[in-house]
C-alpha cells in the first residue's frame, strides 16, 4: 500500500459498497448519531428505561453482527489466528452492541414522544 | 448555556447546528496535487491494472495532454480474483467488468492492440493500421500465456471431465476450473500442483490453489482420500527464503507433499499423466486432478520491438526498465507498469499499485524538465491464503526483505482471520479505488 490516507480509505469504503450504498450508510449512521443526541438534548436526562431496553439489545447486535461478518465473508471462529483478530472480532461486536442499541434508544423515544415523568 | 440548549431543543435549531458542523468539517479537506498543462502526446498500451490506472491519473494531472490508449479487450479482469475463482469462492462475474468503465473522459480509446512498436521512430502500429505518434510512450500490456508450450495440453479440456485446472486463463477458465476441483475434492485421487519456470504473475498463486485445494478436501471430509503434491519449479517453493521455510512448514503440517526443480513439460489427458523435466532427467506421474500454470512471457509484438532485454530473461522479453524509475533504459520517453517490467520482482497488482505514482512522478518530471524523486523498491505483495478463512500478508521488496503494510498490527507470516477479511472485502475495492487513480 501506498499511502493510507482518509481519501484512500473512503475510496475502498465506496467500492465495497458502491458509491450510493456506502454514503447512504454513513448518513444513516450519522442520522441515527444525531437523533439520539437530539433525543438526550430534548429530554434533558437520559430515561433509563429505554435505556435498560437498549441494553438489553446490546447482546444482540454483538452477536448479530459478528454473524453477519463471518457470514458474508465466508469465515467462522476457527479462523480467529492472532490477536489482531480477536481485536477486531472485539471491534465488530462493539460496533454492532452500540448501534443497535443507539437504534433501539432512538426508535423508543422518538415513537413513544418526550418523557415528562418516570415510572 | 441555556440559551444554546434552547437553540439545540428545537428541531430547527439542532438541524442547522449540525449542518454547520458538517460543513466546517468537509471544508477541510485535502489539496488536490497540482495540475500541470503540457502538449505532450501519450500512448499507454494496455488498458488493465496498469493502464486504466495511469490513464486515469495522467488525466486528472496533466491539462491539454493528448492520451491514447490501446487495448482491444472490451472486459476488464480482476486477476487477484481468479484464485477465488477457481475454488468456488466466488461466481466468474467477481472477476469481470468492461474496460470502458474504468477509462477517463476526454482520452481516445482505440479498440485494437498494437502491431508494432518502433521506439526509435516513437510510433506505434496498431492492428487495424492506425498509426500513433507519441511523444512519451507508457508500455503496460501484460504478459502472455504460453499454453502451447505445454504439450498435449489445450484450453478446451479445462473442466470436470478431464480433471483439469487452468485458473490463470480467463475466469470463465477459473470457473471450470472449480468444477474440476470440486469433484476432485470429493471424489479423491492424486492432485498435481505446481508452476513454469519462468517469471509469473503472482509466484503465490499456484500454492494458494494447493493450499485451499487441500482445505476444501478437508472441510468435505474426503483428506484421506486425497493427495496433494505440489511441483516447485526452484530448490524452493518461494524465492523470498523466509517465505518458503513458512510455506514448507505448512505443507509439512498439511501433510502436503512438494518436489524441487520439477517443471511441467507435458500432459496426457487420456491415460491422465504429467511429464516433468528434473535435473534426473523426464519423470511422468499420473495424476486426477492437475492444475496447469503455464510458461510466461511478453507479447511478441514487444519482443519484436527492441524495448526487451537483450542478455536477460531472453527467452520471455520483459522490457528492459530501470529498476527504481521504470523509464526504459535505452528510450528516456518510455516507462513501463506492470507485469511487462523486466525487473527482479513484482508481477502482482499491489506492485502495479507501486508502479504507478513512480512513472507519473518520472514522466511528469521530464515534461517539466526536471529529475523525479519517487524510486521503485520491488514492493510485492501477496496475501498468500492457506485455507477458507485465513490468509498470510506476504510482503517483501528486492532485498528479500519483509515489508509489512501494517507493521505491529498485522504480522507478516502469521496465518489470520483479518488477512483474509482484506482478501475477501477490501481487496478488490482498493484495486478498483487504484484504477480510478485515488489509491
Not at chain 2, 428545537?10 to 500541470?36: E, H, I, K, N
Not at chain 2, 487495448?71 to 486477476?79: C, K, L, N, S, T
Not at chain 2, 510510433?123 to 504439450?151: C, K, N, P, S
Not at chain 2, 471450470?176 to 509469473?200: C, K, N, V, Y
Request: with cysteine; hydrophobic share 45%; net charge neutral.
Amino acid at each position: 500500500m501506498e499511502e493510507m490516507t482518509l481519501g484512500t480509505l473512503i475510496a475502498v469504503f465506496e467500492e465495497m459498497f458502491g458509491r450510493v450504498l456506502w454514503w447512504a450508510l454513513v448518513a444513516a449512521a450519522v442520522v441515527v448519531t444525531l437523533a439520539w443526541l437530539y433525543v438526550l438534548i430534548r429530554d434533558r436526562r437520559v430515561s433509563w428505561r429505554k435505556f435498560l431496553l437498549a441494553q438489553l439489545s446490546m447482546p444482540v447486535g454483538a452477536v448479530g453482527a459478528v454473524w453477519f461478518v463471518m457470514w458474508i465473508t465466508n469465515s467462522g471462529m476457527r479462523d480467529i489466528g492472532g490477536p489482531i483478530d480477536w481485536i477486531v472480532l472485539l471491534g465488530v461486536a462493539v460496533a454492532g452492541a452500540i448501534g443497535l442499541a443507539m437504534l433501539v434508544y432512538v426508535a423508543q423515544s422518538l415513537l413513544r414522544g418526550r418523557v415528562t415523568s418516570e415510572t | 448555556m441555556t440559551d444554546l440548549s434552547k437553540i439545540a431543543a428545537s428541531r430547527r435549531g439542532f438541524l442547522a447546528l449540525a449542518a454547520g458542523s458538517a460543513a466546517l468539517a468537509a471544508g477541510s479537506g485535502m489539496a488536490p496535487a497540482q495540475t500541470v498543462r503540457t502538449g505532450a502526446r501519450i500512448v499507454i498500451l494496455g488498458a488493465g491494472a496498469g493502464g486504466a490506472a495511469i490513464a486515469n491519473r495522467l488525466s486528472e494531472r496533466l491539462s491539454g495532454a493528448s492520451i491514447t490508449i490501446v487495448d482491444g479487450r472490451a472486459e476488464h479482469y480482476y486477476q487477484p480474483g481468479f484464485t477465488l475463482v477457481a475454488t468456488g469462492l466466488k461466481p466468474a462475474r467477481y472477476a469481470t467488468s468492461s474496460t470502458g468503465e474504468w477509462l477517463p473522459r476526454g482520452i481516445n480509446w482505440v479498440r485494437e492492440y498494437a502491431a508494432e512498436i518502433d521506439p526509435e521512430a516513437n510510433r506505434v502500429t496498431t492492428t487495424g493500421g492506425q498509426r500513433l505518434d507519441y511523444d512519451f510512450l507508457i508500455v503496460a500490456t501484460g504478459l502472455t500465456l504460453d499454453w502451447d508450450a505445454i504439450e498435449g495440453f489445450s484450453l478446451d479440456l479445462v473442466g470436470a471431465q478431464h480433471g483439469i485446472s487452468a485458473h490463470y486463463a480467463s475466469p470463465e477458465h477459473a470457473a471450470r476450473s472449480w468444477q474440476a476441483l470440486d469433484a476432485f475434492t470429493s471424489r479423491g485421487g492424486i492432485g498435481m500442483f505446481g508452476r513454469p519456470a519462468t517469471e509469473m504473475k503472482c509466484a503465490g498463486a499456484p500454492v494458494k490453489l494447493c493450499l485451499l485445494a487441500e482445505d476444501i478436501a478437508t472441510t468435505k471430509g474426503n483428506r484421506d482420500r486425497c493427495q496433494f503434491v505440489y511441483n516447485a519449479q526452484a530448490p524452493n517453493l518461494f524465492g523470498v527464503p523466509v517465505i518458503h521455510h513458512r510455506v514448507r512448514q505448512i505443507m509439512d503440517e498439511r501433510d502436503i507433499s512438494y518436489r524441487y526443480q520439477h517443471v511441467l513439460k507435458a500432459i496426457d489427458p487420456g491415460a491422465k499423466t504429467a511429464t516433468y523435466t528434473t535435473p534426473d532427467g523426464d519423470k511422468t506421474d499420473r495424476w486426477d486432478f492437475i492444475n496447469v500454470v503455464p510458461p510466461q512471457r511478453a507479447p511478441q509484438v514487444i519482443r519484436d520491438s527492441g524495448l526487451s532485454w537483450a542478455d536477460r530473461w531472453t527467452d520471455q522479453g520483459w522490457i528492459e526498465v530501470d529498476m527504481h524509475t521504470l523509464r526504459h533504459a535505452r528510450y528516456a520517453n518510455v516507462f513501463g507498469i506492470g507485469d511487462i517490467n523486466g525487473v527482479p520482482k513484482g508481477k502482482t497488482a499491489a506492485s502495479v499499485k507501486w508502479h504507478l505514482p513512480v512513472v507519473e512522478d518520472h514522466l511528469i518530471a521530464q515534461i517539466q524538465g526536471r529529475e523525479g524523486t519517487r524510486s521503485f523498491n520491488g514492493y510485492t505483495s501477496c496475501p498468500l491464503i492457506t485455507r477458507v478463512g485465513r490468509a498470510m500478508l506476504v510482503e517483501f521488496d528486492y532485498k528479500d526483505n519483509l515489508t509489512p503494510s501494517f507493521p505491529g498490527i498485522i504480522a507478516p507470516l502469521e496465518e489470520l482471520w483479518i488477512s483474509w477479511l482484506m482478501k475477501e472485502v477490501a481487496l478488490k475495492a482498493t484495486y478498483n479505488a487504484m484504477l480510478r487513480g485515488r489509491a
